[in-house]
């Protein structure tokens, strides 16, 4: 079973620029949940979306956005990119809300890097 | 009420020996308690989970102990080897259909000597 996925590996912006960030599920999952790891700060949670809708975010600016799509990919959207921005990305997926709503499964994240 | 604290930042054991990683909350709405392992370079990965109905969860070398009434959880490492070597990271989730996070502890570095 393929895992969580994430495009692209690296992405480097200048700031004030906007940055996409993509991810796809694990097949059958229909949770998708973004959170950022930046250096010194931990993993902080940024956004949660189930069944195309979000469902909740975390303490973080409008500037951070996202969307879920119908085959539950999801893309997370940072505009006017400030410098301290710069961190990985990580995207998780979790079965329905029906199942093991719980186990939250993490891709390989997207080093984004503002300059 | 939010946070989870970890301790230690960073820990040292020799291989073969038993590496013990502590978290603490506040929140007594938090009703899922994961750890996960993370690689350099990597996602992090989920280890191992309990529910506070349970005291201790075993998978084979990785244990959590749980006690609720400290609100408190550790994972044991039993016979620790240089593969295990990477951060860990404990986590807590509150039971609401209106949230679905995971807040996390701050990691711990291990190392582990061959």
């Known amino acids: 079973e393929a895992g969580v996925t994430q495009s692209p590996t690296h992405l480097i912006k200048t700031r004030g620029q906007q940055a996409t960030l993509r991810c796809s599920p694990i097949?059958?999952?229909?949770?998708v949940y973004w959170y950022q790891q930046a250096l010194g700060l931990g993993l902080q949670f940024l956004l949660w979306?189930?069944?195309?809708?979000?469902?909740n975010r975390g303490n973080f600016p409008p500037r951070f956005s996202g969307r879920q799509f119908p085959n539950y990919s999801s893309e997370l959207n940072v505009n006017a990119l400030e410098l301290e921005d710069s961190a990985l990305y990580l995207c998780?997926?979790?079965?329905?809300?029906?199942?093991?709503?719980?186990?939250?499964?993490f891709g390989p994240g997207t080093r984004l890097t503002v300059t | 009420q939010q946070q989870v604290k970890q301790s230690p930042q960073s820990l040292i054991v020799q291989k073969g020996g038993i590496s013990i990683i502590n978290c603490a909350y506040e929140?007594?709405?938090?009703?899922?308690f994961p750890w996960y392992q993370q690689f350099p370079g990597k996602g992090p990965a989920l280890l191992i989970a309990?529910?506070?109905?349970?005291s201790e969860k075993k998978e084979g070398r990785f244990t959590i102990s749980f006690n609720k009434s400290a609100k408190q959880f550790s994972l044991h490492i039993m016979d620790s080897q240089p593969g295990d070597s990477a951060t860990y990271f404990c986590?807590?989730?509150?039971?609401?259909?209106?949230?679905?996070?995971?807040?996390f502890g701050t990691g711990t570095l291990l190392a582990v000597q061959p």
């Open positions: 986590a807590a989730s509150p039971w609401s259909g209106a949230t679905n996070k995971l807040i």
């Open positions: 097949s059958g999952h229909t949770s």
């Open positions: 979306y189930d069944e195309g809708e979000e469902r």
């Open positions: 929140n007594t709405a938090f009703d899922y």
């Open positions: 998780a997926s979790s079965p329905d809300l029906r199942g093991a709503r719980y186990e939250q499964y």
């Open positions: 309990i529910r506070p109905d349970v």
